[in-house]
């Protein structure tokens, strides 16, 4: 749990999100801050216990596979920034 | 004057004819232009449409329609912008959603108007719910109406402040780490965390998805119940709601609570405690001893994990909910020459500080490499966390413990330091790790400045009952629920 590979360029990446030079250091030193102090928790003996994702765990919550009205198109692309042709539009993906 | 009721108190007059709805909702917009050009718990509100949907509430009640059918009619309930309400904006106290308007109503939304409720407003709120104080707003801060220098508590800041002002008669907020209960314990009202499942998340923009409930702020613990029943209940369209009835929480309020057994955490009376607030909770403690209810020392051995527990989990299920904020289906976008330099610079310009701290964070605890370490691990602390209170109420029938360790703080105090703000969730944040339920209600106030002090209860999995209740008989014997900021009668005179 080292946090000296905090690498906040490649995090940021992963997470898409665009960081100014100053912000990487800004953020690049409180987030070792935090960091250092959750590393308290690696004191904690873990031996067999279970995580925890859920606090009510639910299992198998399903619905009936059955046709039924969702959002109409219309008020889907009603706050799209740009679209056309009823479709959301985007920048060129593919060559 | 109307806006200074309870839900009790005012549905009674409209019950009996003694007031409109119409008028009751002009009340709370009179207050509005009083007083929050001072403490700004609203980022917006529509008043033609309140008068509409109050106008609506007189025609149903001279037609027949009473308080027994509709809990909530012409009662005026202002909402956390973090709530879709159909055909409102819905910013979440960001940039990134531009103009957004909600084309559906939340779950929540749909029972309170179903109840007869005036849904209105936006209230103000840290960006994405990450925050305690409503500093991190995209719209600007709120003020603690009991202390403009100060902050009101996050992330429902806006809510509890307008609550406390009597902006409106009641208000929803929301809790992933003591959201409702820290900013209602900082402004002098009721706020109440359910247990997780017991309300649908339908339509509460997700921040952290195993931890966030929607909840009431309110003036007294009977309107709290009251708010409750009308909001409780399984959803089909949220997954994580249980299926579990509701009971008539307004009506299982009284009667004693003799015998009962209160658990006091040996590790929550701890050095960093402000000294009024540890007062002001002994005070409450022999308060409730006077009522009947046996005191009993129980330790919560890993109190002590709760905050870096959830800075890993709430922030690893933040960096992925909020993934969904790229500019292309909705929103503000800044473009670029391919998809992903389009979301960087959306994403970039578009969150706030807090919000990017958490998502790098969120995002690196998940990273390969690193999952096992922390997430894995911290899930692990959870099952820890969790067990110390199934345990314990074993022993007791709630807990109770201080809300905050201090009251209202400085604005700009804290906002330099993240793990300074963060480590004053103390109290609130187990509680959604555990997903039990818990209530902050007002327990005094510290000498100078005047500044409400919060007591917090928690409660077992789906315990709302004999929580309300425990809530209940304690604010029946004393009248700091009463009291209203100092800042109201000076800008009334001044009107």
């Known amino acids: 749990m080292s946090t000296a590979q905090f690498d906040i360029q490649y995090i940021a990446h992963l997470a898409r999100l665009q960081l100014t030079p100053d912000e990487e250091k800004k953020l690049g030193a409180q987030l070792g801050g935090i960091l250092s102090y959750i590393e308290k928790l690696k004191a904690l003996d873990v031996t067999g216990v279970e995580p925890t994702a859920h606090a009510m765990p639910m299992t198998n919550v399903t619905r009936p596979d059955a046709v039924r009205p969702s959002l109409p198109h219309n008020d889907a692309l009603r706050n799209a920034p740009a679209k056309a042709n009823g479709l959301f539009m985007v920048p060129k993906i593919v060559e | ?495």
């Not at chain 2, 929050?36 to 037609?63: C, P, R, T, W, Y």
């Not at chain 2, 199934?390 to 413990?401: G, H």
């Not at chain 2, 209860?457 to 604010?475: C, D, N, Q, S, V």
């Open chain 2, 1 to 495: 004057m109307l806006n200074q009721l309870t839900i009790s108190g005012l549905t009674g007059k409209l019950a009996k004819r003694e007031v409109s709805a119409r008028e009751a909702m002009q009340s709370c917009l009179d207050q509005i232009a009083r007083v929050d050009g001072k403490i700004h718990a609203f980022i917006s509100h529509n008043a033609a449409d309140a008068l509409v949907q109050a106008d609506a509430a007189d025609k149903e009640i001279s037609g027949g329609t009473n308080h027994s059918q509709k809990p909530l009619l012409g009662i005026p309930v202002a909402v956390k912008d973090v709530l879709a309400v159909k055909n409102q904006p819905l910013n979440c106290g960001s940039k990134i959603l531009g103009k957004f308007i909600s084309p559906y109503d939340a779950t929540v939304v749909e029972k309170l108007k179903a109840a007869g409720a005036i849904v209105f407003g936006r209230l103000n709120m840290d960006e994405f719910a990450m925050g305690s104080s409503t500093e991190n707003s995209a719209f600007g801060l709120t003020r603690n109406p009991w202390d403009t220098t100060r902050i009101p508590g996050g992330s429902s800041g806006g809510s509890a402040a307008a609550v406390a002002a009597d902006e409106t008669i009641a208000a929803l907020g929301s809790d992933t780490g003591g959201s409702i209960r820290q900013p209602a314990a900082l402004c002098g009202c009721v706020g109440l965390k359910p247990t997780y499942g017991r309300v649908s998340r339908y339509g509460l923009v997700a921040f952290a998805s195993s931890l966030d409930q929607i909840g009431p702020l309110t003036k007294d613990v009977r309107d709290a119940a009251t708010m409750l029943g009308v909001i409780g209940g399984h959803d089909p369209r949220d997954s994580t709601s249980v299926p579990q009835p509701v009971p008539d929480y307004a009506a299982n309020l009284t009667g004693g609570i003799k015998g009962l057994k209160l658990g006091l955490p040996k590790e929550y009376m701890i050095g960093g405690l402000d000294p009024e607030v540890k007062a002001a909770i002994d005070t409450a403690v022999k308060q409730f001893e006077k009522l009947g209810v046996e005191i009993v020392e129980i330790s919560l051995p890993h109190t002590d994990y709760g905050v870096s527990v959830y800075y890993i989990i709430a922030t690893a299920e933040a960096s992925a909910n909020l993934a969904r904020f790229d500019g292309i289906r909705y929103g503000a976008r800044v473009d670029g020459a391919d998809p992903i330099e389009l979301y960087n610079r959306t994403r970039g310009a578009g969150f706030g500080a807090e919000v990017k701290r958490r998502v790098i964070l969120g995002t690196y605890v998940l990273s390969s490499g690193y999952y096992d370490a922390y997430y894995l691990r911290a899930q692990k602390v959870r099952t820890l966390i969790r067990n110390d209170f199934l345990q314990a109420f074993e022993k007791v029938d709630a807990i109770v413990t201080p809300t905050s360790p201090t009251a209202a703080f400085k604005i700009g105090e804290k906002s330099d330091d993240p793990l300074q703000m963060y480590l004053s969730d103390i109290f609130t944040i187990s509680c959604n790790l555990a997903g039990i339920c818990g209530i902050s209600i007002p327990c005094g106030f510290t000498q100078n400045p005047k500044l409400p002090i919060g007591l917090q209860l928690l409660g077992r999995p789906f315990g709302e009952e004999t929580l309300l209740k425990i809530a209940h008989a304690y604010e029946s014997g004393t009248l700091w629920h009463e009291e209203k900021p100092a800042i109201l009668s000076e800008l009334n005179h001044s009107a």
